[in-house]
């Protein structure tokens, strides 16, 4: 996919408040654009993505 940084679901370089909206929309709905929420890299969006998300969200950097 297109992320060069995984949880940075907004594109905007910083994992922050900004992705969360990103990363429910991509959970619940798919669509273009959720290669960054993809965080277990199983090509889908689904509640495992979830604990790393909020991990990465409380680090404030890029998932591994």
Request: net charge negative; with cysteine; charged share 15%.
């Amino acid at each position: 996919g297109g992320c060069t940084c995984r949880a940075d679901v907004s594109s905007d370089g910083q994992v922050n408040g900004r992705d969360i909206r990103g990363f429910v929309q991509c959970a619940t709905a798919g669509g273009a654009g959720c290669d960054c929420a993809d965080l277990t890299s199983d090509s889908s969006v689904t509640a495992a993505d979830i604990g790393p998300f909020v991990a990465a969200l409380l680090s404030g950097a890029c998932a591994p």
